[in-house]
Each structure stands twice: as C-alpha cells, then as structure tokens.
C-alpha cells in the first residue's frame, strides 16, 4: 500500500515537543509558586500520559498501525543505520513505487530581551524544520505575534531584539534543510513573516528618528516613509510574483482559507480523511472537559495581559480556526488547550482551595520478502508491468466496517482524473441514472475493474445474517 507523500505528515507527533519553538521561552505564564501538592499532580500526569498511548500495546499486541507510523519507523531506522547526513539525502524507492520520492526534503526571548534564549529558541525551531512540515504555522505565528504588539504600541528594544534575533538564524538554519531549501524566501507562506520583519526594522527606524527631530518633522517624514515603504513593498511583491520568483500558495495552505478550493481543484487533498472540517463531536472525544475550560483560560489570560500573553492568545484563537478547517491541525490545538486549562484550574483552585494544595504536598513486513513491491493500482496488466507480488485491499463488508477501500473508491477515481483526463472519467463508474452502486445494477466499468473484484471475492458465498441474502453488504 502506498505511503503518504505530503511531507507534512512526517512525524506528527514531534509537534508535542517541536511547536514549543514559539512558546518554550513563555516561561511561566502565571506567576507562583506552586507547592509539592501541585508537583506530585504534574508528576502523575506525566506518568499517565504516556501509559495511556500504549495502552493498545499492554491490552493487545506489539504492532505499528495505520500508514504515517510505518513510513516514520522506516526514516527512524534509515537514519540510525546510515546517519544524518545520509537521510538528508535519502531518496525512498519504496514510497510511491516506481516513482519514488525525496525526504530529506521562544516567548522568554521577548521577556527579557535575551539573545541566548533567541538562539535556543531558533534550535528548536531547526529541529522542527527538519522533522515536520508544519514549521510554517510557527513561522507565521511569531511574526503575527510581533505585528499585534505593534499595533498595541507595545514596542521595545527586547522585542525588537528577539525577532530580528529568530527571524535572520532562524531563517539561515531552515535553509540549511535539502527539503526547505530556498521557500522561505521563495514561497507565498513566508512572505508575512518577511513582511513583519521590514515593517519592525522600519519601525525601528522611527524610533531613533523620533527622538532626534521635531513632532512637526517626524510626522512629515513618517507620512512619506509609510507611504514610499507600503507601495514600494506591494509593488515588489505584484512583480515578483508574477515573474514567478514567489510561488504562490500551495494548495494544502491555500484550503485553509478556502475550504472549498481542494475539492474542485485537487482532489487528492480533499480524498484526506485528515484533511476534512473537524466536528463537534471530534473536539469533544478529543479535549473533553478542556473544550469547556479552555475559554476560561483565555479569559484569565487576556484579564492580565502582557506581552508573553499576547503570544498565547494568538495562538489560542489562530489554532481554533485552524483545527475546526482541518481535523488534522487538531494536533497544533492541543498544547495551547492543555496551558489554558491549566490557567483556568488553577485560577479557579487558588480561589476555592486557598493553601490546601501547598499543604497537600511490524504485520506486512513480516509477511512479505525484503524486495516486494506495493501499489495500490487498479489495473492488473499495469501491476504486472510493475513487478506487483501482492495488493493489499481494506474489505469491511464481513464485520460492517464503513471506511474500506471501496468506501473510498471515488476519491482515488477522482484523484486518477486530476492526472490523466482522457483515460479516467468519474462518470463512468455511475450508472446512467447516477447512482454509485455495488450490486449487479452497478456501473460495467465499476463492476470489472481490480479493487471491486479484489473486494467481493467469493463474497456471494457467504451469509453474514439469516434475515439478509448471501454476499449482502
């Protein structure tokens, strides 16, 4: 089966350790001390948490489920056995066979002005660039970050400081990824985070200026400057854009703002489960309790603002958004939730409690050689041209499981069609009235083709339920 390609699905779960590039100098947020009784709760909930994410481990089995934590496994393995700089060149044959593809593709700093913790925080920034696609949420979100505090005329040396700081090191070691390479400076989505660092360096400029000249003069030369600086900028931008030296948005990005855009235009990204709107009933499996404590925080927060909760907010209220696009961006929400909630509680303990609680003190590889190759293809002459051994296919008709392969089917028709027109048409595999069926009244395309036989194989054989026919699905 093949593996996913977009090179944001790498190692999601480094998101937990990684987004805290922008938040791992916030510090403590609310200030206190907190008593042994708070210590040993955070000790026991760290203890739980990763208890619980085995927990399917313990109850069941020793296995890899689901197609990202396969592919993760094997760059893991690739770059323990061959090194760092290997895997930064590694082209993987076996995803997407034949084609293959390439992989290798902080707050605190504002709080006390300090470079060391700028430059620790542009470590970890790195290190997310190297590990997950994501890292364009970060670098946009820091700038956001800057720009709002502007706006607040909350401007001082230490923020100027810390952005300039991130933003050229920052910049200088994402390059240094083969994958990145030259988008941060080529690319729609940096842009912002370029654009925010003109205007503070402007900005900047004003400032020294103010003080050495009159109120009259200032304001004559700031009228000029802000206007000179804002159309040559948008002047540059329309230009370069239009050579083609920025690259527009991508399409993953560019469905972030029009949720309808992917389904008309690239369906393969639509095709996502991960990729759908998040429901409500999502967001309460997921955070539970936090979904109604969250708030709460927020409101703590923004009560006592400064800069470092300005942050905070931002992130809050941007990863909201994000997370109820895309389900997947679930994952960027969750830090947030947790701090927040977290704020809210212990607002809400030191109010009630008072000083009680400082009193308190592998499946397919082992069943498969080494050289077997996967593909997912429909057509059983091209699979043979391809050297297929095997096809694995997902049936959930036996047991009533509603996601499988055939579940699916149209989105892998739709995504063929994106690329070859002439040979793939959706419509052919619906029947004249327009109906997608898999019963003898289905479409002959539907009916002959390799994933439909794969799927029913000697299904009419079996009689799941004696008030329905053989091979009911």
């Not at 004249?432 to 439909?452: H, I």
């Amino acid at each position: 089966m093949a593996e996913p390609s977009a090179p944001e699905s790498k190692h999601k779960s480094s998101l937990n350790s990684s987004a805290w590039s922008g938040l791992m100098a916030l510090g403590n947020s609310q200030d206190g001390h907190h008593g042994p009784g708070a210590q040993s709760a955070s000790k026991a909930a760290g203890g739980a948490a990763p208890r619980q994410r085995l927990f399917a481990f313990i109850r069941f089995e020793s296995i890899i489920h689901e197609f990202d934590p396969w592919f993760n496994y094997r760059s893991t393995h690739h770059l323990a056995s061959h090194g760092f700089y290997e895997f930064l060149n590694w082209f993987d044959e076996r995803a997407w066979y034949p084609l293959g593809r390439i992989v290798g593709g902080t707050v605190k700093s504002v709080k006390t002005g300090s470079v060391f913790s700028t430059m620790c925080c542009c470590l970890s920034y790195f290190y997310m660039v190297s590990a997950w696609g994501g890292y364009v949420f970060i670098i946009n979100l820091i700038p956001l970050h800057v720009f709002v505090l502007l706006l607040m005329q909350r401007y001082s040396k230490r923020v100027y400081i810390a952005c300039s700081t991130f933003y050229i090191v920052g910049l200088i070691l994402s390059m240094q990824i083969p994958f990145v390479g030259f988008q941060p400076i080529r690319t729609s989505e940096h842009m912002a985070a370029a654009g925010v660092f003109e205007l503070l360096q402007a900005y900047a400029f004003l400032q020294y200026l103010r003080d050495r000249l009159t109120k009259q003069e200032f304001q004559t030369l700031f009228f000029l400057g802000v206007s000179l600086a804002a159309g040559a900028v948008f002047l540059s931008v329309i230009y370069l854009t239009y050579t083609g030296y920025i690259a527009p948005w991508s399409g993953r990005f560019y469905s972030l703002w029009d949720t309808g855009y992917a389904k008309i235009h690239i369906p393969i990204i639509a095709s996502v489960s991960e990729h759908q709107p998040t429901t409500w009933v999502s967001f309460f499996f997921d955070l539970h309790i936090l979904v109604c404590t969250f708030p709460a925080g927020l409101w703590f927060c923004i009560k006592n603002i400064n800069d470092e909760r300005v942050f905070v907010a931002l992130y809050a209220i941007s990863a909201v958004y994000f997370a109820g696009v895309m389900v997947r961006l679930m994952v960027t929400l969750t830090p947030v939730i947790c701090m927040l909630s977290a704020i809210a509680f212990s607002n809400v303990f030191e109010h009630y409690l008072g000083d009680d609680m400082k009193r308190e003190n592998p499946p397919v590889e082992d069943s498969s050689d080494e050289d077997d190759k996967r593909n997912p293809g429909n057509l059983y002459d091209k699979m043979r041209t391809l050297d297929v051994d095997y096809v694995l296919v997902i049936f959930g008709g036996v047991i009533g499981y509603s996601g499988d392969d055939i579940n699916k089917f149209l989105w892998m028709v739709r995504i063929a069609e994106g690329e070859h027109p002439k040979d793939i048409r959706e419509s052919d595999y619906f029947t004249p009235q327009g109906e997608f069926r898999v019963d003898k009244a289905g479409s002959p395309t539907l009916l002959n083709c390799l994933m439909y036989k794969m799927s029913y194989y000697r299904f009419g054989e079996m009689q799941l339920d004696f008030h329905t026919p053989p091979g009911f699905d």
